[in-house]
DNA sequence: CTGAAAGCGCTTACAG
DNA sequence: CTGAAAGCGCTTACAG
């Protein structure tokens, strides 16, 4: 089907409205059009009287901001970008972007500020979506996510002058502001619970290493057991999807010795493996306990339900909106460390069986 | 941390570019700004070697067009839109969105387009939403998902005159082409794949029926069972979410006679399904047999894995994508109809136990 | 407090 | 084929 070229209603609309600028709103009010423009700007320099009758007239005219003009004017788009550089499997399977927008969003709609998506198949198109974003004028600042090590977004964003709020701390020096939920704490109390359950080989599928929060959450796995006074756990690193979880359960239970209870870096993953246990017959959480990462709505509904670390994406999306926004408004914002996520135990762990 | 109001490297970055415009490059190539836009823009007008000429010029000076200002004088902002509107909890635990704009920016970046994403809680806000993107021009197009019964997106989009794609046909009168992946034969196949294996009490998990989808695969499954010889099925209708796939199951399985297999409308349902029935020890596929929609990636890695209907969000993002293009450019673009889901075997199916 | 003007960086008739 | 000018709709010094 087509759209007709002038599809009747949308002619009416337009034919009513014969555009009204600040031009018509100025000669109307019989004032010039940058007093209006500082009246509708609520900038000083406008008498009180002038900047009402100023305003009723716009109001009277129906009169709209012209975003377009605005940015031309401005040099500004009043957009924020994310660009997101995640092999398509990973990201479909997990559920932290959709709630963090949700949550980025709640903040930005209000402001009348857009958000720009990107999702990107690798690396270096990632750095060339920045640069093309910068060379638009697409976005006026960035949501950095899934830190890296040596992250090359750094100082490409600073080399672009462009405002960039950080999910999480940098491994190396930033100039932007983080906004940080720290891994640890839930990871710690995760093997806390499973040495207190009694468990003595415990496993940590991780997810890969080259980000930060995968890294960060491996590291914590084997603080945690140094800890709790127990020998070095078996890592295995993955890349984060389903695929990959599955596997490394596979790896770990069809040993000699396997773990009694494996210790997942996300939830996704951790299903998998719940999966591949039913599949190879070891009984969870009787034989095998099982703990995730993220708290995902699929946890609480799979059997037996998983026992994991509960974040929150969208105050985590809230938060990093808004300290983005504070940025572009003020030149700097402090650093935002939100609650940690904290432990939820649920079905899938349990002390270990006899042997 | 803060931005330093001069960062090293940004301020050389801008020292070095005092911003080349048509009108540097018009001087240096002896030119007027007109000739030199003409010439960039490939049109008609301009001797071969002028244009020659002028594109040297602009390449030695590295000049980058200003899309700001082409949009002020076009009118129009080289973006496309996407406006969600679903429960937090639906849209973090269905994948379908991550693929599909996965699919929509491989065709819109190599054009230069940017996709703006909103999610928003409500219908009201979505309708609001597609206004302010209109008004602000943010956007010169839109793609409509999740079409409802009586969509009121519709008439408001063909209202604001703005170019729209639909994913699926809409049950009334649209301007818009539709990019459809039809559901029935996938919802027919599972239904005689079922009936084929012997089973006769099959029930059906319904997604909402106030969404296009729901509303077709629901009327799919009745069709099967009566193609099939079978008789009525039981239906429960959902919001599409995990709790509601699994407190649907429950019922279900907690009847007199509960059904040998359950037709669910989604993926996540349908592993909620899964282990509701589980937690109530009716073994898959020994004593229930369970299906779902979508092929996500967990269905390979829960346990049995599940058998399935195959859509590919992807490729469906791509050829939304393509066809909103076609539509902007020529003002009219056909319907396109991509191939329909197919179902994928896997181990949740089975026949039915002795009973 | 107010006005007249230039500027943001393009595109597009209109003349020649 | 080419030039000079107006226009897109704002913002922002600069004078008064």
Redesign the pocket.
């Known amino acids: 089907m087509n759209i007709p070229a002038n599809l009747p209603a949308s002619t009416a609309m337009k034919s009513t409205s014969p555009?009204?600028?600040?031009?018509v709103v100025a000669r109307q009010a019989?004032?010039?059009?940058?007093?209006?423009?500082?009246a509708?700007?609520n900038?000083?320099?406008?008498?009180?009287?002038?900047?009402v009758r100023i305003l009723q007239v716009a109001k009277d005219l129906g009169?709209?901001?012209?975003l377009?003009?605005?940015s031309?004017?401005?040099?500004r788009s009043y957009a924020l970008g994310l660009v997101i550089a995640r092999n398509p499997d990973v990201l479909a399977s997990d559920p932290f972007f959709p709630s963090f927008i949700a949550g980025v969003e709640s903040i930005l709609a209000p402001e009348g500020r857009a958000l720009v998506l990107s999702v990107v198949p690798d690396e270096e198109t990632e750095l060339r979506t920045y640069r093309s974003l910068v060379a638009d004028g697409r976005v006026d600042g960035v949501f950095v996510t899934d830190l890296r090590l040596n992250d090359a977004r750094i100082p490409l964003l600073a080399e672009l002058g462009l405002p960039a709020v950080t999910l999480g701390r940098p491994d190396g020096p930033s100039p932007f502001p983080a906004v940080t939920v720290d891994d640890t704490p839930g990871v710690m109390a995760s093997v806390a619970h499973l040495a207190t359950l009694g468990h003595r080989r415990i496993a940590h599928v991780a997810g890969s290493s080259t980000l930060l929060h995968g890294l960060r959450r491996r590291e914590a796995f084997t603080a945690a057991l140094r800890e709790a006074g127990l020998p070095e756990g078996q890592t295995v690193e993955t890349d984060f999807s389903v695929a990959a979880g599955s596997d490394a359960t596979r790896r770990l239970l069809t040993q000699d010795r396997p773990p009694t209870a494996i210790v997942y870096a996300n939830d996704p993953m951790a299903i998998a493996g719940l999966g591949m246990a039913h599949e190879l017959g070891v009984r969870v959480p009787d034989e095998l306990s099982i703990t995730g990462y993220d708290d995902i709505d699929f946890c609480r509904y799979v059997y037996p339900p998983l026992t994991t670390v509960s974040a929150a994406p969208m105050v985590w999306g809230r938060s990093a909106a808004s300290t983005l926004l504070a940025l572009m408004e003020s030149g700097s914002a402090d650093d935002v460390d939100l609650p940690a996520a904290r432990l939820v135990v649920r079905g899938s762990t349990a002390p270990p069986s006899g042997k």
């Not at 019989?30 to 500082?38: H, I, N, W």
């Not at 009169?63 to 012209?66: F, L, M, T, V």
């Open positions: 555009k009204v600028t600040i031009e019989g004032v010039s059009k940058g007093l209006v423009s500082f509708l700007n900038r000083p320099g406008v008498s009180p009287e002038t900047r009169w709209k901001p012209s377009r003009a605005r031309l004017s401005t040099q």
